[in-house]
């Protein structure tokens, strides 16, 4: 496929390079171009230089991902392919104590992000997805050595936390993957104790974005028919931190038919409409007792396994399992278009979609799961699929989860959500990989 400037489309074009060779020689060959760059041309917003995650590290701003070469192919000691000169450690092992304090990590790490620190420094968060939940954090300096470890919402509150996102005033929201889930919000620096957002509905939340211009939620739900929600508060506080006691659930219903908006391939922009939902919480005993929130809108569109969610420069992407495809919403134009979608490939360079994050400079890391090859992959601005790290074969039965970078850009934080075995609720191990990830 390629990006026709003049009719700003994304046109279907077959390949049969493999997928490791795609991410080796990238894709100009094919006449790509790259999500970072064509989300611009697609959505008619520039694309400006973000946060990497919440907060403000004070430093230059950093662009995206350079080339990093291919990755070894020989395992390091933690069971990861990595690129030439870059060295991991472990920061996390389930049920070990986190390294040089005595607080034990969870297991089955999922959903993560970097918090800087006023003072300089940072904070990772990490949700975890089992029947007993909840969200631990690890405290960094300036130089990324570990200072403290400690919980921002307790187990016993919570269970299977799944995804997430970052709000503009630096909390964390941590969604529960199940029918009667809601969303917490948590203090990453632990002082502030954690909130439950009844208002933004009840169902099955995996994760989260903010538009900080109005400060709209928007929520992906993990449902085969799962909907895209917002939530607009009644007391928005563009600028300072949102009162999301109250407002209005909606769900998007797609001004298309769902045969031509689920056609295979990468094609054109739709457009968009909210519907409130009628009854965002239909509960009573904490047991579902109305129609469930995404079926009170029959018009609504359904999404097959909504994912990650990232906004950026006035767009917000979503990813989907289901069908394994990448969305972008620009907010200001109500549209809607996928943006990848491995129907367009004859052996696609993304055997799945999951958590996503992106850097200042418009590149799009994607995690895999649910492939014995599991992978971090950057789509970049220039046009190349760059592998940032691989699980290993001792990870077969894991997934790649958490992704985030350290403000400074030194440290990319990632989980293996089920370690070497495999086995839920007693493996999970995170790491942090240490090189020159982003340009300056």
């Not at 790259?34 to 990497?52: E, F, N, V």
């Not at 739900?221 to 600028?239: K, L, S, T």
């Not at 399992?321 to 278009?337: F, N």
Request: hydrophobic share 40%.
């Amino acid at each position: 496929m390629r990006f026709d400037p003049v009719s700003r489309r994304w046109h279907r074009r077959h390949n049969t390079l493999d997928r490791r060779s795609l991410l080796r020689g990238g894709l100009a060959s094919l006449g790509l171009v790259a999500i970072g760059g064509s989300l611009a041309g697609c959505s008619g917003t520039a694309m400006a230089a973000p946060r990497i995650n919440a907060g403000d590290s004070g430093a230059a701003p950093l662009g995206g991902i350079g080339d990093l070469g291919p990755l070894s192919t020989t395992p390091d000691a933690n069971g990861l392919l990595l690129p030439a000169g870059f060295t991991a450690r472990v920061i996390g092992r389930a049920g070990e104590a986190v390294p040089g304090t005595r607080f034990r990590w969870h297991s089955d790490p999922d959903g993560g992000a970097v918090f800087a620190k006023p003072a300089g420094g940072w904070v990772y968060v990490s949700n975890r997805e089992f029947l007993t939940g909840g969200v631990n954090a690890i405290e960094f300096d300036a130089a990324g050595h570990i200072l403290r470890a400690y919980n921002i919402l307790p187990g016993v509150l919570t269970r299977l936390n799944c995804g997430g996102g970052v709000s503009p005033w630096n909390t964390w929201f941590s969604g529960e993957e199940f029918a009667t889930g809601v969303v917490w919000e948590c203090d990453p620096f632990g002082v502030e104790p954690p909130r439950r957002l009844r208002a933004l509905g009840t169902f099955k939340h995996e994760a989260v974005a903010v538009d900080p211009a109005s400060n709209t939620i928007y929520l992906t739900e993990d449902e085969p028919d799962g909907r895209f929600y917002r939530f607009i508060p009644h007391a928005p506080n563009v600028g300072g931190r949102a009162d999301l006691s109250s407002g209005r659930l909606q769900v998007m219903r797609v001004r298309a038919t769902a045969k031509s908006v689920n056609a295979p391939g990468i094609g054109g922009q739709h457009r968009v409409s909210w519907i409130d939902v009628p009854t965002p919480n239909p509960l009573l005993g904490g047991l579902v007792v109305a129609t469930p929130t995404r079926r009170q809108v029959p018009e609504s569109f359904a999404f097959n396994g909504g994912e990650g969610i990232w906004h950026q420069a006035g767009v917000i992407y979503f990813s989907t399992k289901g069908d394994r495809r990448v969305w972008a919403l620009d907010i200001a134009a109500q549209t809607l278009e996928v943006i990848y979608d491995d129907f367009a490939f004859t052996t696609p360079p993304l055997t799945s979609v999951d958590n996503i994050v992106m850097t200042p400079g418009g590149d799009v890391i994607v995690v895999e799961d649910q492939d014995a090859e599991q992978s971090a992959v950057a789509i970049t601005p220039s046009g190349r699929y760059q592998e940032l790290v691989r699980l290993g074969p001792s990870h077969a039965g894991s997934e790649v989860t958490g992704p985030a970078f350290s403000p400074d850009g030194r440290f990319f934080y990632f989980s293996s959500q089920r370690g070497s075995s495999g086995r839920a609720g007693v493996d999970g191990v995170t790491y942090a990989v240490q090189g020159p990830w982003l340009r300056g």
